[in-house]
């Protein structure tokens, strides 16, 4: 199976960008379906973008940009105009015929 690492989170002030990366160890281009999630501190995780649909939230929408590059095995978040409420843990996810792969998720913290 295909283990998701993410990386990039970080602390960032309110207005701030920050890049998300989600390596796979092998080929990503078994994933169907891939995308991104979040889950703040006492919320239900939360679905931030499917790459595969082009669904964003309503809350990311023209702020957030997800990519996909099978020839690099990895995926992307591009987070601009950060806000405070934008606080959670990035989990990156893969959907294939045969299983699910989550990342480990990466923290994410916008200062006011």
């Known amino acids: 199976q295909v283990q998701l690492v993410e990386s990039g989170g970080g602390l960032v002030q309110a207005g701030g960008s920050l890049r998300l990366s989600c390596a796979g160890s092998g080929n990503i281009f078994s994933f169907n379906v891939m995308g991104w999630y979040r889950q703040a501190p006492g919320k239900q995780r939360e679905l931030v973008a499917d790459?595969?649909?082009?669904v964003y939230a309503d809350s990311v929408k023209g702020r957030f940009t997800a990519t996909r590059d099978n020839a690099k095995n990895t995926v992307y978040l591009q987070m601009n105009s950060l806000k405070p409420e934008d606080t959670a843990v990035y989990y990156c996810?893969?959907?294939?015929?045969?299983?699910?792969?989550w990342g480990q998720g990466t923290q994410v913290t916008v200062s006011s």
């Open positions: 996810y893969g959907r294939s015929l045969a299983y699910d792969s």
């Open positions: 790459i595969t649909s082009g």
